[in-house]
């Protein structure tokens, strides 16, 4: 099976644009979660995403934003972007199951240079 | 909501010894407890993970425990390795009809030749 797949791997980008990073889950996973990691914050968690929905958000600014697809797929959005967002993006799947927590397999993250 | 302390930040062991890291959590509702392993430039790998319906869980030289009452859970690596050097995160998750894992701050472990 192919793992989580995340595009682009780098980018560099100006103060005040806006970025869109994107995740493919592992084939028959539906719920696709995303992680900010910084040398300052450690992992962060940003939000989860299952069957289309948010269910779950961390605590970052408006400017982040995400949505999922009926593939399963997902994208997440920056906006207005600050130097201090300047990160590696890692977006993370897991299958669905109840009761106790899920395996969560994470990408390769995207590396987020604000200049 | 939920916080994780990890200690220690940095670790250096010999080859061939053991390395341990602990973690603490402050939310009882907790009920999964994975730990990854980071490699420079990489993304975390799962290592091992253990429910909160077990005390312990063994993987080859890799080990965690849980305890729940003290509401703490521990890595343990015997028989380092030079490979084994790395970032390891411990996180914690409540279940509940979505998952959040929150990490802690992560242990950079050195194994010496």
């Known amino acids: 099976k192919a793992g989580v797949t995340q595009t682009p791997r780098y980018l560099i980008k100006t103060r005040g644009q806006q970025v869109t990073l994107s995740c493919s889950p592992i084939s028959g996973h539906r719920s696709v979660s995303w992680y900010q990691q910084t040398p300052g914050q450690g992992l962060q968690f940003l939000f989860e995403y299952f069957s289309e929905t948010q269910r779950n958000k961390g605590n970052f600014p408006g400017r982040f934003s995400g949505r999922q697809f009926s593939n399963s797929r997902s994208e997440m959005n920056v906006s207005t972007l600050e130097l201090g967002d300047s990160a590696l993006y890692l977006c993370a799947s897991s299958p669905e199951a109840g009761g106790y927590g899920n395996t969560i397999y994470f990408g390769e993250g995207s590396w987020l240079t604000v200049v | 909501g939920e916080n994780v302390e990890q200690h220690p930040s940095t670790l250096s062991v010999q080859e061939g010894d053991s390395a341990v890291i602990k973690c603490t959590y402050s939310?009882?509702?907790?009920?999964?407890f994975p730990w990854y392993k980071q490699e420079l430039g990489k993304r975390p790998q799962l290592i091992i993970d253990i429910r909160s319906n077990v005390g312990e869980k063994k993987d080859q030289r890799i080990a965690v425990t849980l305890n729940k009452t003290a509401k703490h859970f521990s890595l343990h690596i015997t028989e380092t390795q030079p490979e084994d050097s790395a970032v390891y995160f411990c996180a914690a998750s409540v279940h509940q009809g979505a998952q959040k894992l929150v990490f802690g701050q992560g242990t950079r472990l050195t194994i010496n030749p």
């Open positions: 939310d009882s509702a907790s009920n999964y």
